[in-house]
């Protein structure tokens, strides 16, 4: 089969991540965009995509959720060994941080796909004997919380990894930046290529995936002066942020190039008159997936034969009986439901309707707001009626989405008896995994408009699960009401104040739970599968990685 890329079989694009998340033994994630990078890695092994991808070790991890009796986060460390997993390259190479030539190894990941691909992921690591205990500790933890060992982590993403690629061999045409985490290999580049802006400009590609400002990286000047001020680079990084703000604004990724077709709220809150070193690129939204999940797995197999490389097979999902759907959904419930019940303790039902939210606990996704009016919420539920699962880590410095996790433990248990509701510790790939594909409807309430994507109902649609969601992130385009799902609250283009939004979004969402979704549910079973049908045939047809990574092809890596 001849690669779809074959223009650049010699030649490689680079991926560069701060988090990727492969297996989900190698614990180097913590939400969407590290998943996301996993199956952009997975994709190009199937796709035969001459790519290799650059992370850091994080042999901490990101952490280890556990939850005391009164739904207290607890973080441990999520320690696992490079060793049993990943090759070790056997190449050093030198970044300079804080005044000391630090040494910088490689580990390496292979992806290997049917089709014959493999894409190489490469894990750099601090972790020498030859390094100060100190700079050992970098690439410990993922997204390190002190400030300095953050920069000092972008500093060996960035600088490190375009070095430990030429000390590989590798052939690199294009720089893909999966957020501004890597933004320093510019500057490497622009050293590399005689300080030419066009050169460096036409060999990266940057994505990003937060519309809001909070997720972009910003660093003392301070900060970055004491740690790179005797490196060739501190000049230029200078030059460029002072040319994108004033002379005392923080050091800013976004400085060093701009992703200019970004959705509107990225454009409101981070386009300014900055030079952009990167070419801009507008796929950081459609990004997706296919999750390993036996019981859908088989029946594709069995119907659309090469969909796992074609999802546009998907599209012919109607040649599946509904029986075999049906089926298939079943089992997938069964499963979670007796999986969460051993591990939580719970009483749930395989037979009632089941509410999934699993996603990072922040104040922006609301993973509360199906239980702001527990009365209503009850009235629509009827007698165990309707079932609630969730699960998700705060960040560690996230007071307010711990506080959010011990509400949900508050609200089980006001709630007991009623309804069921479960909290499923310590989520990760395989809970995830596990719940898009067991639960009947898939749950997002963030707050417009701030999500970005939102990738996790994407999975539910592989799986026939229908979405019932905020008009925000990708459901703007996958929401075809009463089709693919349900939308809450206005659409994007309403002019609503915050509160007319939020009676609107629980208008919505209790009245459709209760005079729509349940009713299908339980006596229009055949309606309710079509629903699962077009969750496939017209959501995941469309909203996966496979396309996401063709489109980059030909549209940002030429
Ligand atoms: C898909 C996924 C996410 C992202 O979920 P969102 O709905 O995009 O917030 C987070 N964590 C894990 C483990 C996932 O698989």
Same mark, same amino acid.
């Given at each position: 089969m001849p690669s779809p890329a074959g223009v650049m079989r010699e030649q490689r694009i680079a991926y560069f991540t701060m988090e990727c998340g492969v #297996?989900?033994? @190698?614990?180097t994630y913590a939400g969407g965009l590290g998943v996301l990078a996993g199956d952009i890695i997975r994709s190009s092994a199937d796709l035969r995509i001459p790519l290799i991808g650059v992370t850091l070790v994080s042999r901490h991890g990101y952490f280890h959720q556990e939850i005391d009796e009164v739904g207290q986060q607890h973080e441990r460390p999520f320690m696992w060994d490079p060793a049993r997993f990943l090759e070790d390259m056997g190449v050093r190479v030198a970044v300079r941080i804080g005044g000391r030539d630090i040494q910088v190894r490689a580990w390496q990941f292979v992806q290997q796909s049917l089709t014959g691909g493999r894409v190489p992921l490469l894990f750099l690591d601090t972790d020498l004997p030859e390094n100060d205990p100190a700079d050992r500790a @970098?690439?410990?933890? #993922?997204?390190?919380?002190d400030r300095r060992i953050r920069f000092a982590q972008e500093c060996v993403l960035g600088f490190g990894g375009v070095r430990i690629l030429q000390a590989l061999g590798n052939s690199i045409r294009k720089y893909h930046m999966n957020e501004g985490h890597s933004a320093l290999l510019a500057l490497e580049l622009l050293q590399r290529h005689g300080m030419d802006e066009t050169e460096v400009r036409e060999r990266c590609v940057f994505t990003t995936h937060t519309p809001i400002e909070a997720g972009h990286d910003r660093f003392d000047y301070a900060l970055v002066d004491a740690l790179i001020e005797d490196n060739p680079t501190w000049q230029l990084l200078r030059q460029y942020c002072r040319r994108g703000g004033a002379e005392h604004d923080p050091v800013r990724a976004q400085a060093l190039g701009i992703c200019e077709r970004g959705r509107k709220t990225a454009r409101r809150d981070l386009d300014q008159d900055v030079p952009g070193l990167y070419d801009p690129c507008d796929h950081e939204r459609r990004p997706l997936l296919h999750l390993d999940l036996p019981p859908f797995r088989r029946l594709f197999d069995r119907y659309l034969l090469g969909w796992a490389n074609e999802p546009e097979l998907l599209v012919r999902q109607q040649i599946i009986p509904n029986a075999f759907v049906w089926q298939a959904h079943e089992a997938a419930k069964q499963s979670l439901v007796e999986y969460a019940n051993r591990l939580t303790g719970s009483s749930l039902c395989p037979e009632t309707l089941t509410l999934g939210f699993a996603r990072r606990f922040t104040a922006y996704k609301r993973p509360v707001l199906l239980f702001s009016d527990l009365e209503r919420l009850r009235k629509v539920a009827g007698c165990r009626r309707i079932q609630v699962m969730l699960a998700g880590k705060a960040y560690p410095t996230d007071e307010e989405g711990k506080r959010l996790i011990r509400e949900v433990h508050r609200i089980r248990d006001e709630l007991a008896g009623e309804i069921e509701v479960a909290f499923l510790p310590d989520y990760d790939m395989d809970i995830a995994a596990r719940m898009v594909a067991g639960v009947d409807i898939w749950l997002n309430t963030p707050e417009r408009p701030m999500e970005a994507s939102g990738t996790s109902g994407m999975k539910a649609a592989h799986n026939g699960v229908p979405n019932f969601s905020v008009l925000d992130g990708w459901w703007i385009e996958g929401c075809i009401e009463d089709v693919t799902g349900w939308a809450i609250g206005p659409p994007p283009e309403a002019e609503v104040s915050r509160d007319e939004g939020l009676v609107w979004e629980l208008d919505d969402l209790y009245n459709k739970l209760g005079y729509v979704i349940r009713p299908l549910y339980y006596r229009c079973r055949d309606e309710w599968i079509e629903m699962m049908n077009n969750a496939i045939g017209t959501v995941a047809y469309y909203f996966n990685t496979h396309r996401m990574m063709r489109r980059y092809v030909t549209e940002a890596y030429p």
């Amino acid at each position: 089969m001849p690669s779809p890329a074959g223009v650049m079989r010699e030649q490689r694009i680079a991926y560069f991540t701060m988090e990727c998340g492969v #297996l989900s033994q @190698i614990p180097t994630y913590a939400g969407g965009l590290g998943v996301l990078a996993g199956d952009i890695i997975r994709s190009s092994a199937d796709l035969r995509i001459p790519l290799i991808g650059v992370t850091l070790v994080s042999r901490h991890g990101y952490f280890h959720q556990e939850i005391d009796e009164v739904g207290q986060q607890h973080e441990r460390p999520f320690m696992w060994d490079p060793a049993r997993f990943l090759e070790d390259m056997g190449v050093r190479v030198a970044v300079r941080i804080g005044g000391r030539d630090i040494q910088v190894r490689a580990w390496q990941f292979v992806q290997q796909s049917l089709t014959g691909g493999r894409v190489p992921l490469l894990f750099l690591d601090t972790d020498l004997p030859e390094n100060d205990p100190a700079d050992r500790a @970098i690439t410990n933890r #993922l997204y390190g919380h002190d400030r300095r060992i953050r920069f000092a982590q972008e500093c060996v993403l960035g600088f490190g990894g375009v070095r430990i690629l030429q000390a590989l061999g590798n052939s690199i045409r294009k720089y893909h930046m999966n957020e501004g985490h890597s933004a320093l290999l510019a500057l490497e580049l622009l050293q590399r290529h005689g300080m030419d802006e066009t050169e460096v400009r036409e060999r990266c590609v940057f994505t990003t995936h937060t519309p809001i400002e909070a997720g972009h990286d910003r660093f003392d000047y301070a900060l970055v002066d004491a740690l790179i001020e005797d490196n060739p680079t501190w000049q230029l990084l200078r030059q460029y942020c002072r040319r994108g703000g004033a002379e005392h604004d923080p050091v800013r990724a976004q400085a060093l190039g701009i992703c200019e077709r970004g959705r509107k709220t990225a454009r409101r809150d981070l386009d300014q008159d900055v030079p952009g070193l990167y070419d801009p690129c507008d796929h950081e939204r459609r990004p997706l997936l296919h999750l390993d999940l036996p019981p859908f797995r088989r029946l594709f197999d069995r119907y659309l034969l090469g969909w796992a490389n074609e999802p546009e097979l998907l599209v012919r999902q109607q040649i599946i009986p509904n029986a075999f759907v049906w089926q298939a959904h079943e089992a997938a419930k069964q499963s979670l439901v007796e999986y969460a019940n051993r591990l939580t303790g719970s009483s749930l039902c395989p037979e009632t309707l089941t509410l999934g939210f699993a996603r990072r606990f922040t104040a922006y996704k609301r993973p509360v707001l199906l239980f702001s009016d527990l009365e209503r919420l009850r009235k629509v539920a009827g007698c165990r009626r309707i079932q609630v699962m969730l699960a998700g880590k705060a960040y560690p410095t996230d007071e307010e989405g711990k506080r959010l996790i011990r509400e949900v433990h508050r609200i089980r248990d006001e709630l007991a008896g009623e309804i069921e509701v479960a909290f499923l510790p310590d989520y990760d790939m395989d809970i995830a995994a596990r719940m898009v594909a067991g639960v009947d409807i898939w749950l997002n309430t963030p707050e417009r408009p701030m999500e970005a994507s939102g990738t996790s109902g994407m999975k539910a649609a592989h799986n026939g699960v229908p979405n019932f969601s905020v008009l925000d992130g990708w459901w703007i385009e996958g929401c075809i009401e009463d089709v693919t799902g349900w939308a809450i609250g206005p659409p994007p283009e309403a002019e609503v104040s915050r509160d007319e939004g939020l009676v609107w979004e629980l208008d919505d969402l209790y009245n459709k739970l209760g005079y729509v979704i349940r009713p299908l549910y339980y006596r229009c079973r055949d309606e309710w599968i079509e629903m699962m049908n077009n969750a496939i045939g017209t959501v995941a047809y469309y909203f996966n990685t496979h396309r996401m990574m063709r489109r980059y092809v030909t549209e940002a890596y030429p």
